[in-house]
């Protein structure tokens, strides 16, 4: 007989028991997660953090989610592909943005040399939460699209088993059963592989570009052994690698030690610490103007910053690129939450004041990824107090705070307690798509991610250490 999982969470020796039992199942499960920290540190594999039990959500609002993702897909191609509206946008940007300069520096150099390579391969994620209204009724609001090192698509094609166990375990075997199918990992090796065949040598190589200290080996280590199942080679190198064996030859067919690269899959990157050195600036220019597949290219990777997504959400620039799909841009408009400039003059003076005058009600959002980087509450007043007669705050966005409904969890992480959290989730819909000149080749959603935090942390993700793996339990 069923029980009310209400009943479960309160169950003090019953949760207990289940406790060990989630472990070892996510061990057995390959729900994995180095703990070492640096280089030299021993080598320690434990289980990746994750909720006790799934998340229920919404079911017409995980379907929305899932059906806007290939109209994601095509946005960030077009975006990418729109010299004029990158340059406009990020122009106050770059002027007092160190780092998206240099990225915006790269892109403007490639753009000035013969476009080699053809092939475009997207691979994005982007992430919702839902947001409960003063009425009482519940939407999904877009939080970002990460063009660039989106990940946990391989961790997430692993915790379905797991949940679907626990439950079991717990006698809400009716809950097990609708726990949904899930594998991100086949879905970006799909992309991977689709653009690896179109690159057309069998000799060339898969080159996933990492860190030097990789905690989240295993979820890179799902989408890799998915290319292995096709035959198609993968090495791993460090922008160090690229810098001191990287070479192009006269067709600009990138090299690196010894091996032709078809595609660069980049898993490091997108936070300024990543490049160590100029010579890390340098291979990613050397890389960027190769014959290789880049995933994402650096137009595509520029796509995907806080700014780009601000100035998309105004009004009518949606149009521009779709400007005869009016149910495409209905579907994109739908997900979009406030999103302010606070670019210098009347407009962004106005978005300082708001801010200033209801904090709490906004995020503040500098053009950074990787989590852990947002600003809250009354430290938006102080960071705008600082701010607001400079330029320096061009650096930022202003985006409306969404006010979810928060669920009771527990959540699962090594040498932590358990016990019963007020929890708030982000949904990620994954993303793949592939172009060829002019044609579309892959267009589709590869996938679901669901990421679960305490209500008393403001930010931050699994690799940041504050959410944990969880799975949509449709209602």
Known sequence: MSVKREDVLKDEHLIKDIEEIAKDTALLHGVLMRTKETPNSPDVV?????????????????????????????????????????EETLASTIRVDSFTARLF?????????????????????????????????????????????????????????????????????????????????????????????LYGSERAVVMFLIEDVQRNIYDHRYVENELWKRNIPVIRRQFEDVSRTGSLDESRRLFVDGREIAIVYFR????????????SWEARLMMERSLAVKCPDISTHLAGTKKVQQELARPGVLERFFPDEPETIAQIRA??????????????????????????????????????NNIYGS????????????????????????????????????????????CLSELGIFGAYVRKGKD????????????????EHADGGVAAGVAVLDNPLLV
């Open 46 to 86: 434990s289980y990746a953090p994750f909720t006790l039990f799934p998340t229920p959500v919404p079911t017409a609002l995980f379907q929305q989610a899932l059906a806007v993702q290939t109209h994601f897909n095509r946005l960030v191609d077009r975006v990418s592909q729109n010299h004029s509206f990158l």
């Open 105 to 197: 520096n790269i892109y403007k150099q490639v753009q000035q040399e013969p476009r080699p390579q053809s092939i475009v391969l997207g691979l994005n994620r982007s992430d919702y939460m839902l947001d409960r209204s003063p009425d009482g009724g519940t939407s999904l609001k877009q939080i970002e699209i990460n063009t660039i090192a989106a990940s946990f698509g391989g961790l997430a094609s692993r915790t379905p088993d797991v949940h679907r166990h626990i439950l079991k375990v717990a006698n809400l075997s009716e809950e097990s059963r609708k726990v949904l199918d899930n594998n991100p990992a086949a879905g970006l090796a799909r992309g991977l592989a689709q653009a690896w065949e």
């Open 268 to 279: 490091n990157g997108y936070m300024p610490q990543n490049y160590t050195s100029e010579k």
């Open 335 to 372: 997900t979009f939450a406030g999103l302010y400039t606070l670019d210098m003059g009347e407009e962004g003076d106005k978005t300082v004041a708001m801010a200033m005058a209801k904090p709490d009600q906004y995020v503040l959002k500098p053009q950074r990824e990787g989590g852990g």
């Open 379 to 422: 430290e938006i007043c102080e960071v705008l107090e600082n701010l607001k007669n400079s330029t320096e705050r061009t650096a930022y966005i202003l985006m409306d705070k969404i006010q979810p409904v928060p669920v009771q969890n527990y959540l699962l992480r090594p040498g932590a307690p358990l016990r019963l959290n007020s």
């Open 440 to 455: 579309t080749v892959l267009n589709e959603c590869a996938g679901h991610l669901l990421r679960t935090k305490s209500s």
